[in-house]
C-alpha cells in the first residue's frame, strides 16, 4: 500500500469537501390540487399529471 509524500492539510481537505451537502428534494406545487409534489412526477394526492388524471386515488 502507497504512503502519503505530504500530508493533507485540513483546511485543503476541508475545501475539497465543501460541496458534499445533501439538498432538500425540490417541490412545487400541483396545479390542479395545490399540494406539493416532485416534479415531473405524478401527484401523489390527486393523481394528475400534466393535467389528466392517469391515477385513481382512493378517498
Not at 47 to 56: D, E, F, H, P, S
Amino acid at each position: 500500500m502507497a504512503n502519503l509524500t505530504n500530508k493533507t492539510s485540513r483546511c485543503r481537505r476541508n475545501k475539497r469537501r465543501t460541496h458534499w451537502v445533501i439538498h432538500p428534494p425540490h417541490l412545487v406545487s400541483c396545479p390542479h390540487c395545490h399540494m406539493p409534489k416532485l416534479p415531473h412526477h405524478v401527484c401523489p394526492e390527486c393523481g394528475y399529471y400534466k393535467g389528466r388524471q392517469v391515477l385513481k386515488v382512493e378517498e
